[in-house]
Nanobody, 128 residues
């Protein structure tokens, strides 16, 4: 059974950086897409980015494009989200999720991952 565990969250000042990790166990990720999502208090869950494990194609929400970078280490079965130039509005619980995908392009629509595997999240707080 595929399991995902997020780590790397914490408190950071505006303009700072964090790198989140999403470690997978139980299955090889070759046929999966991994998405990163976030949910701020009182707000709906928002898709942030995704990566197709095979081929490495990525996709980003406009709100993070140019600031966040998603990558993967297939040997470690881990997907990373490098977050730079963080803003207060990036404060949220960040989740990763996995779905099997056959298409060339991944999606970061949370609805597409409704039947996928989710981690439990890691809290990112951007505050001075």
């Amino acid at each position: 059974q595929l399991q995902l565990v997020e780590s790397g969250g914490g408190l950071v000042q505006p303009g700072g950086s964090l790198r989140l990790s999403c470690a997978a166990s139980g299955f090889t990720l070759d046929y999966y897409a991994i998405g990163w999502f976030r949910q701020a208090p009182g707000k709906e869950r928002e898709g942030v980015s995704c990566i197709r494990i095979s081929g490495g194609r990525t996709n980003y929400a406009d709100s993070v494009k140019g600031r966040f970078t998603i990558s993967r280490d297939n040997a470690k079965k881990t997907v990373y989200l490098q977050m730079n130039s963080l803003k207060a509005e990036d404060t949220a619980v960040y989740y990763c999720a996995a779905i099997i995908t056959w298409g060339p392009i991944c999606t970061y629509s949370s609805g597409s991952y409704s039947k996928g595997t989710w981690g439990k999240g890691t809290l990112v707080t951007v505050s001075s």
